[in-house]
């Protein structure tokens, strides 16, 4: 993904990565999952899932829970309040970039040589416009 | 559909999607059925009112034999605690108001289409249409009880052959509802082939 788009898009990639996307989603839809629930989602190994949480409880995200039910040790995982935030602030963010590559589709290669000619940006995103890394050379 | 909107669908209805639960509620019904029909006529106590005790016998059941699936999911996909619902109520009072509107407006105009069989069957293809199909058996069983409710059996058929087949209906909707949602949930959760089912971080 180009340095500019992502500029302009303000993704998060903590939150993006899909495997913390899916993780994330899933926990918005419930008040929490255990290990297991969220192993079984996403198909990752235990040590990969567990970083993946690691790094979301880090960033006050995620909170983890570890007790037992019965002699079975469990750990369930929950939403924090700046965890819930986060995703739905990423959901918006990834519509409007959606929303902006729709009318961004509308301005590229239709009759934008004259602005290119005066105007050293590569592409214009209604809104924002943001300096080249390499002019377009002539 | 996204994997991302299937995340969320499967963490906001994966007790819903748990159908081993719920098929096995299904086979009293059709036990009836096939009472009505004196296949069963060799069962002992079978005959009058053993068959209402046969009947209670399997429905309790297939009640408990619910808890033992229920920790084979637990223990097999894992545990989520559900969100509380936020129009749970209301929406099941709305259903239950609309279904004795349809019953009482059913009883009292002779139509040969069967209000609350119609509006059962409208719900359950509703169902089957969420999530780009995500659930589309529910789809078959909603039109299995659409054309119940337009086919005039109750009019035309004496009441025992209607009850006949009301409940092979009812047994059959909820077995393919049951196998239907636990296939969904079983394809849709993928379990590590390397990794041991124990949780931990």
Redesign the interface.
Known sequence: MRREFEDICGVDRLVHE?AR???L??????????????????????GNL?SH??KLEEAGLVA?E?GFEGK?????V?LTGRGSDAITSHWQRLEQVRQSARRWRGHVGHGDDHRRESDPTTFDIRGARRAPAHAPKR | MS??TR??????H?AHLQGLRIAPLGIPFLGAAARGLGWLDGVPGIRGAGGAFWGVGLFLAALVLSFPIAAYYRH?????????PRFGVPALLLVAALYLVAGFVGDRVTWRVSLPALLIGAALARLGLQQHALRGHYLAIGLAWCLFACSGLYVEYAWPTVTIAFNVLVGASLITAGLGDHLVLVHA????P??S?????
């Open positions: 899909p996307l899916a993780i989603t899933a926990l918005s839809a419930c008040r929490s999952a255990d290990f297991l629930f969220l192993q079984s989602l996403t198909g990752l190994t235990k567990s949480l690691i983890i570890k079975v040790p469990q750990t369930h929950h | 994997q991302q995340a969320h669908y499967l963490a906001a994966y097999t996909f894992g545990t989520v605690r559900p969100s509380r959760l993928r379990r590590s390397s990794e089912h124990a949780s931990g971080v």
